[in-house]
């Protein structure tokens, strides 16, 4: 379905409304999947898939789909290892991977990959932990992927994941530990110097005069005793913390670290922790797609869509418009409004009460149309909706009385009518941009037009009164129906199908009528009269 003048406008407020509902970025690219089509058979066929879709997204909370986050798989550069490449292609092509050294001899490396890779080098070979890490640092994602998996589509892929994932999680947290251990160390350092110090402010050193003589070395003996202490209680949390036990400080005042024995103490974990996850990860690359999990994400956020869809109807694919109860997505707690044109009743003039909605009713009906045309469900309790090549939406312009939007505007209409194909036509208030004598003229001829070409129109106008008398055409009125105790309209924004809707100058008339005393009471009342129909 094509879309002219101001309905393009319109699509694109369908769609920013569905995607600020669906708050999620994703809905953007979904809605990308359904652009506007004229064939019954392939808006059938994406409304089955829409109701699997819709039904699926039941099954899910709107804050667990937003909740699931994507996994960051980025690439970095491994020092503890190398691949050693057995001619130049590989040498190049390990090369290009960039995350570790590349040679063709050993060297003194943790890990030397060669072994066991016939094919040609991969990430995944080289560095699986680029796969696994990501998800062990956003495991809350990976699980509530695993709950939503089951609970959307019954299958278990993503659990077995997350049973190897987290059966990893210790070796991981060894691995961290040990590239922090620098700061770690460090960190019991300054504990370490802060407590002896602490302690030796309450060193009492009671000397006899003999005893002077022998102060400096009964003094130190004191001290140290107080660092060994300390140091040997530092070097027991090095333990609790690395398992293994090593003089990495030095025993004197201030402590330091020796930090060559640090270094080879961190080789030494490294070795040990480093390849024991290096094989737990690539057991799990090898296995699992680590890499489409982010596909199952984007999968299961689109739903998102699909939950604002959840509350609308699919409407039949038949011969009429027809809408029951349908809510304009523009107004906020829109009252629900019925409305219909079919084979006997294509054209129709929608009058009444300024500001009663009828530019609403237009934009309603603009709504389902192309929502309908999408494949999607629409926004009424039910709705029928006949198949248009062509949507035309003619907003009323504002500050466009003039010959030159008079041209623009009748121009657009004679394009309208001469073009082939099923057509629905909306048109606000064309009599706004002319004289209302020559504005009858012109729209009666319009309408003769649109009537003998087959097509459907709603078209709002005052002028109601006069194009009543088109025997093809049927006049709805939207009615303001009264005065609240306030003396403001209280309009029904129901259309009453087959009335002139009363404008709003005779309530007008009547609010005075009603609110004012004496002589001018009785001119009130005069004018009133002029209105065939007054309430009193
Ligand atoms: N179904 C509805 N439920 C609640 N509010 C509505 C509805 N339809 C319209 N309104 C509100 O009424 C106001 C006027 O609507 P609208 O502009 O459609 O009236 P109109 O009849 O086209 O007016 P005018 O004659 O001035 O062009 C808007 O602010 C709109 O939000």
Redesign the pocket.
Known sequence: MKLRGDAREIYGKVVNYLKTEAKVREAEEELKKFDLVSDREEILKRQKVVKELIEKAQKVSFEDLTKLSYFEFKKRFFEDRCYIAKDEDEYEKALKIGVCEVRFSPAPFTLLLNYDIEAEPKIEHLAPEIFVVPLLQNLHSLKLLSEMEKKVDGKEEVAKILEEVERVKELYERVKEVEEMETAVHEILVQLNERIEERLENVKIILSGKEVLSLAERAFEKIRDVIEEEVKAAEEKIYEKFGIYENVFTISYPIEVNEEKLRELKKKLEERHAIDFYFACRRIVEKYDLKGLNEKIKKYRSLALYKVLQDFAFPEIGEGLRIFKG??L????????DYYLDERNRIAILT?????????????VCQIVILAHMGLPVNAERAEVRVFDELFFFK?KKMSYGSGAFENTIKSFARAISSKGRKLILV??FEAITEPGAAVKILKKILELIHSAGDYAIV?SHLGEELSKLDFVRVDG?EAVGLDENFRLI?N??PIFGKIGRSTPELIVEKLRRTSKGREKEVYEKIAEAFYDIRR
Do not use: Y
């Open positions: 809510k304009n523009f107004i906020d707690n829109p009252q629900p409004i009444g009460a300024n500001s009663g909605g009828k530019t609403s009713l237009l934009e309603l009323r606000d208030e709002v939207i309009v924004r129901q």
